[in-house]
């Protein structure tokens, strides 16, 4: 059994199904648990057993061609059935496959590849298929999506923004509705009730953040007496039931898009739903807290810790804040409590900047998705930090929020009763993806053959020699007619390069969380001939930029990286947005010793003799990979943290009787 299978495994007459996850386990029970796991997951994943599929989805094949749409519709019918009453047996999965791969070909145009049947197969054994950017994971998506809804099961296909969402559902849904299959896309917009017939359909699409409040929300609904029991004897009562409030149907089948970023990259980060509540003197408290900050001297009275993304105080700035509380009252003459203020609004000062880590709109203050570059205008930090934040930025204070109800994305995900997943870069955390979840990572061949060149990294010594290197190159490839797409890490970085280029009277487009409105737009045109794109990681996953046939014929589209991102992974899915489907393409990184990547590891010795020795370009591209290992391995170790500290909270918490 894998990691996922440590859950008692639910009964899928439930009203809400999911894995219920256990709480004690020995110690014993896990390794025995990670062995089993691990032989389970060679064995489902072994090339033989999946390239199978192919040679099984073929016999069907021929037969459905001569049916039409009324006949094609009655033999989903039939296969459901079949599906329902004897299982997800071989020869069921394939000729619900060859369905599918045929309903796809006459309502889209779309013909799945034989690659597509594979990694089809290995969602449906609950695995990470690995498939190149470009591949058409989408598409792939709806195999097993349509077999496990045919089945009887519950799909969510989950992903990583509402415009994903509402793309891929509405590219899918003739697919899914000539099997008589129901579907729907949950977006951040809807309302309780639109949400509720969105969930009541066979196969849902929505984000990773949207199903976690969603499931979160109910959690609040149905309280400590959350069993089929009590759910039941309730309905039978009549009346308002906490059943009849609830949003989704339970967990069962998740096709997870990005696995890598849902499940590992966002998983740093726990989900909190919370409630607004008001504080007498919590405003003057904050801004009595930004004052004082504001008069410690950095290296003086506290150290930045860059790499663990945290200040500390120095033994000078306790007695400076203590001298300068001397005349307060209230909590700061309470020791703990005043060093946490202060440290908090340090951590506003200091660690959070604009247009990087939030965006200031319309007087409000926003917060942006570190790994995606979008606006996530609902969330807003806690513990009094989203309002030192607004006063640093001079905006109105809004109210602190009080938890509700929390839960990380390792404990919620190991709650699906199949969990699978796709990703074009999931090899790098396959160990984790495995340990956590229970995942095995398999790699899929490609449809053609890459035809992407990787130039050398370039590394400037400063800033400035690297922006400038950067507009010579997107001016060499404009002039020559191909396409450009600059990655950028920040908003503020996008918009410094557009004023560089804007300085030279050079047309181009930003597409970063200021431009979010107009993201369709800017990626229809990305493609054509000598047209800039200056990009966020916004530009990253799932962004399809079609070529004009003159792009084409000048080489394809041409990625430069302008930074290293803190996991390669963004970075690999930046430099797919070229070379897709055997298109050709160019990726380059220039990048200077100066990067936000490096910061953490600039000062003492290490950064000395860096700065020192590192005079050759290969020597500096590998002082800056060694940065972006360490700072992937310190962001694994959180993760790994937060799901510790997350299930002893679960336990707690069900010890004392109270939901999460």
Known sequence: MSNVMRHKPGRFDQLYPEREEVHDESLLERAGSAITGWLDRTWRSRRSRVRAIVQQVAPFEAPLRALDADGLHALARVLAQQLRREGLRDALVAQSFALVREAADRVLGMRHFDVQL??????????????????????????????????????????VNDYLVARDHAQMQPVYAALGITSAAVTSEMTHEQRQLAYACDVVYCTNKTVVFDYLRDRIVLGSQADTLHLRLEKLSGGDTRSSRLLLRGLGFAIVDEADSVLADEAGTPLIISAEVFSPGEAELALQAITLARQLVEGTHYRQLAGERRIEMTEPGHARVLDLCSSLGGVWTMTLRREEVVLQALTALQLFRRDEHYLVRDGTIQVIDEFTGRVMADRSWGQGLHQLIELKENCAITPRK???????????????????????????????????YGLAVVKVPTNRDSR???????????????????????????????PVLVGTRSVAASEWLSDLLQARGVAHSVLNAKQDD????????????????????MA???????????AIASGGLHVILSERHEAG??????????????????????????????????????????????????SRSCWIR????????NQSVLRRSLLKADR?????????????
Not at 520 to 537: F, K, L, M, S, Y
Not at 540 to 550: E, F, Q, S, V
Not at 584 to 603: F, K, M, R, W
Request: charged share 20%; aromatic share 4%.
């Open 118 to 159: 594979i990694g089809g197969r290995l969602l449906l054994d609950g695995m990470v298929a690995e498939m190149e950017t470009g591949e058409g994971k989408t598409l792939t998506a709806t195999l097993p999506a349509c077999t496990a809804a045919l089945a009887g099961r519950l799909v969510h296909v989950i992903t």
């Open 402 to 436: 009080e938890p509700l109800a929390r839960i990380s994305y390792q404990r919620f995900f190991r709650r699906y009763q199949h969990l699978s997943g796709m990703s074009g870069t999931a090899s790098e955390v396959a160990g984790e993806l495995g340990s956590i």
């Open 452 to 482: 992407r060149v990787q130039q050398a990294d370039r590394v400037f010594a400063s800033d400035g020699e690297k922006w400038q290197e950067i507009v010579a190159v997107i001016l060499r490839h404009h002039a020559r007619g191909a």
């Open 518 to 537: 107009a993201e369709a737009a800017i990626v229809a045109g990305a493609g054509q001939p000598g047209c800039i794109t200056i990009a966020t990681n």
């Open 540 to 550: 990253g996953r799932g962004t399809d930029i079609k070529l004009a046939a003159d």
């Open 569 to 618: 992974r963004i970075d690999r899915q930046i430099a797919g947005r070229c070379a897709r489907q055997g298109d050709p393409g160019h990726v380059e990184a220039i990048l200077s010793l100066q990067d936000a990547l490096l910061a953490p590891y600039t000062g003492g010795l290490s950064g000395w003799l860096a700065a020192r020795l590192l005079r050759s370009e290969r």
């Open 626 to 633: 060694h940065a972006q290992r360490r700072t992937e391995r």
């Open 648 to 660: 002893q909270m679960g336990s707690i918490l069900s010890f004392s009787g109270r939901a999460e």
